[in-house]
């Protein structure tokens, strides 16, 4: 699990918005952005490059 205090002073590398917990991945706010990050031995992995688009990101189930 990850630490609250951790999760507060993260922000998406991508777009430098807040993240919020869900479920096993940590989540960008900023709609347009939505980039899932892994988490792995309870260490949030903030790469750009290991993030997963959310469904917001895509239009008729392809990836924009």
Request: charged share 30%; hydrophobic share 35%; net charge neutral.
């Amino acid at each position: 699990m990850i630490d609250a205090k951790l999760l507060e002073i993260l922000v998406c590398p991508a777009c430098r918005a807040k993240v919020r917990l869900e479920g096993d991945r940590v989540v960008c706010e900023n709609r347009s952005c939505g980039l899932r990050y892994p988490i792995r031995d309870d260490i949030p992995v903030m790469l750009v490059e290991e993030a997963e688009k959310t469904i917001q990101q895509t239009t008729n189930g392809k990836p924009q």
